[in-house]
């Protein structure tokens, strides 16, 4: 989903990525795994109880998931190559929450829960893009009016899940060779020196 065509008008620098994004992941499957701060091991045992969990409740509102996501929830193996320096971690919401003419799912956190990272659907699930927030919000968790919730809320990160996945890989990758000395993502430099920006 283009900023122009979400409710959204916070939006970071959306920069060229050298990856093929085709939804098959081919491009994360051959890049090293990891051991230490993966985005998967948190909350391994409960990811496939809350995604499908996320997709009973979209399907009661008559939309989907994006195939992509869930396909790489469902892959645990992938989760290994994807690594945070911050320590995020997939925590998927059981439930969507209408907003804005259209839909969030909460599927990622910081390590202190000050950021948040959501799916946002349009009101048919045909389109999506990935937004974020410093506020915590749950459908099945609501200590607030949802009159409350405001666009300026949230900001896009990027314009569909796999680019997330692939921006956020090469922005912590680069941060973890400069501070542990490990060998930085296998991409052109012009890429390394774009997002060491």
Not at 40 to 49: F, R
Not at 118 to 125: I, R, V
Not at 157 to 185: G, H, M, V
């Amino acid at each position: 989903m283009q900023p122009e065509d979400s409710p959204f008008s916070n939006t970071t620098d959306l920069k060229e990525l050298p990856q093929t994004l085709n939804g098959t992941f081919k491009w994360l499957i051959e890049s090293p795994i990891h051991d230490l701060c993966t985005i998967g091991d948190e909350c391994a045992k409960k990811l496939p109880v809350q995604l499908n969990s996320a997709i009973n409740s979209a399907e009661k509102h008559e939309i989907q998931l994006p195939p992509e996501f869930v396909t790489f929830i469902r892959t645990p193996a992938w989760h290994k190559h994807l690594r945070s320096v911050t320590a995020c971690y997939l925590n998927i919401a059981s439930s969507v929450l209408s907003f804005a003419n259209g839909y969030l799912l909460r599927f990622l956190h910081d390590q202190q829960d000050c950021a948040f990272w959501y799916l946002y659907l349009n009101a048919d699930g045909t389109d999506h893009c990935v937004v974020t927030s410093y506020e915590f919000f749950d459908a099945n968790n609501m200590d607030y009016e949802i009159s409350e919730l405001k666009e300026t809320d949230f900001q896009i990160q990027e314009t569909s899940f796999e680019r997330f996945l692939a921006k956020f890989w090469i922005e912590n990758e680069i941060l973890f060779a400069e501070y542990d000395e490990t060998d930085p993502p296998d991409i052109e430099d012009k890429f390394l020196k774009l997002y060491a920006q």
